[in-house]
Nanobody
């Protein structure tokens, strides 16, 4: 069993900052690419940022220069630092990780249940 648990969401004013965390636990041998996705009310889930096991990052254009994704592989943890938040960043933020469960490389993508972020004055 593998679990991904997000934390750090909440209510913040426009221009404010939040840092999200995602921790993988359970039967984790290794983790490949990890990513943050978000889904706003009435909209489809969209990619926010991803980070590979080697540290390569990629961001949605809408968050470039404001959000920073990082990971601590020793702790099976991923972070999303969000600065200069805007009302349009309001969404439920989900963690996704490609988890490998054994030395043979068996694994699949897992999702967390999400943490809500509301940007409002």
């Amino acid at each position: 069993q593998v679990q991904l648990v997000e934390s750090g969401g909440g209510l913040v004013q426009p221009g404010g900052s939040l840092t999200l965390s995602c921790v993988a636990s359970g039967r984790v041998y290794n983790i490949n690419t990890m990513g943050w996705y978000r889904q706003a009310p009435g909209r489809e889930r969209e990619l926010v940022a991803v980070v590979t096991s080697g540290g390569t990052t990629n961001y949605a254009d809408s968050v470039k220069g404001r959000f920073t994704i990082s990971r601590d592989s020793a702790k099976n943890t991923m972070y999303l630092q969000m600065k200069n938040l805007k009302p349009e960043d309001t969404a439920v933020y989900y963690c996704k990780a490609g988890v490998v469960v054994n030395v043979e490389g068996v694994g699949r993508d897992h999702w967390g249940k999400g943490t809500p972020v509301t940007v409002s004055s």
